[in-house]
């Protein structure tokens, strides 16, 4: 039987007796990180990594039971030796490392390679078996530099600053909110936040990650620099009260779907930004590389494209889905153009 093993609750390690990032309630859930669809209300005990304590019991509640490890720390179940490794993705989020007579499997969770200021850097870990997510696996994802991309953020900015529309730029509440908010230059006009993402920055604040300063949303000033201001707002949140604006706003999304042509339109917004706090196709086929993975299970979106690039280098690839997992967007099959833009990317 293999060490881990998918299950209707989740990710199994039937010889530790717990679960990783379990989709159901469980007796024991071992949490890669805070996101909602890794953590699940009601389970008996939990474990995760101390940075991401913060926001964990925010969401699960103070009466929740949560044992931390500190990231390289390791706790025994039941003869199985389990550790966490930072994933780069969020504050808090952890690779856990699961190791029984000498077998050692790595589960990525969500996870970026590209370092920034807001969490602890991603780390390879060596192992024999990856579990790996591919939420963006598909060829057509490589990321832009994140540098570019906050140049256009401000450039978005200046320009709406000029036909005098604030600024709305939609980015998830925890993490991308963060991350955006970390780059933006507080020069450029006044920055407002959303109360969900003014909470999650306290978390970050308390590891010791500074933000430019920042107003809330009943601040009264916003009657008079709205037409200057930046705006971060969870998606799909509307403007609960009197609205100063007038229909003078632009609005964007900061996603790595941005990337798609159609990113933009689905998300009914005027210009998109591609960031995102995953690792895309090319940086998943380096990070095998470095954990010096023989078998790769795949969790999340584009699984058969990855599959099928793994095992043309060889390397024993299968499935893992998950019962939470839904299907990616579908993409069309690249042009020429895009083949020829992908033929250098082997070693990235």
Avoid at 11 to 29: K, M, R, T, W
Avoid at 184 to 203: C, K, R, T, W
Wanted: charged share 20%; with cysteine.
């Amino acid at each position: 039987m293999p060490l881990l093993r998918m299950t209707a609750a989740g990710l199994y390690c039937e010889a530790g007796g717990f679960h990783i990032d379990p989709c159901g309630a469980v007796a024991n859930a071992v949490i890669t990180h805070g996101h909602a669809d890794h953590l699940t209300k009601g389970c008996r005990r939990y474990l995760t990594a101390k940075p991401g304590l913060g926001i964990v019991q925010s969401r699960l509640g103070p009466r929740a039971a949560i044992t931390t490890l500190n990231y390289g720390e390791a706790l025994n179940f039941c003869g199985v030796r389990v550790s966490f490794h930072p994933a780069g993705h969020i504050q808090g989020s952890a690779q856990i490392r699961v190791e029984h007579q000498g077998e050692v499997w790595v589960v990525t969770g969500d996870y970026k390679t590209t370092a920034e200021a807001t969490c602890t850097p991603f780390e390879p870990v060596r192992c024999q078996t990856l579990i790996t997510e591919s939420t963006f696996g598909h060829p057509i994802f490589r990321w832009p530099e994140p540098a570019s991309v906050v140049a256009q953020i401000h450039d978005w900015w200046r320009e709406n600053q000029t036909y005098g529309k604030a600024s709305f730029l939609y980015v998830y509440a925890l993490g991308k909110a963060q991350r955006v908010l970390s780059n933006l230059d507080p020069q450029v006009g006044p920055i407002y936040v959303h109360p969900q993402m003014s909470e999650m920055n306290a978390f970050y604040q308390a590891e010791g990650v500074t933000f430019p300063e920042t107003r809330e949303l009943r601040d009264p000033r916003l009657e008079a620099d709205w037409s200057q201001a930046l705006f971060l707002l969870p998606p799909m949140s509307r403007w609960q009260q009197p609205c100063p604006f007038h229909g003078n706003y632009s609005t964007a999304f900061v996603s790595g779907w941005m990337l798609l042509p159609e990113g933009a339109r689905r998300r009914r917004v005027t210009t998109g930004f591609a960031l995102s706090d995953h690792a895309d196709h090319y940086e998943i086929l380096q990070t095998v590389r470095d954990t010096g993975a023989e078998r790769v299970g795949v969790m999340h979106g584009y699984i058969e494209v990855l599959i099928a690039t793994l095992q043309e280098q060889g390397l024993d690839a299968f499935s893992l889905r998950s019962p939470r997992c839904q299907a990616p967007p579908t993409i069309s099959v690249p042009t020429a153009t895009q083949l020829e833009l992908f033929a250098d990317d082997t070693n990235r």
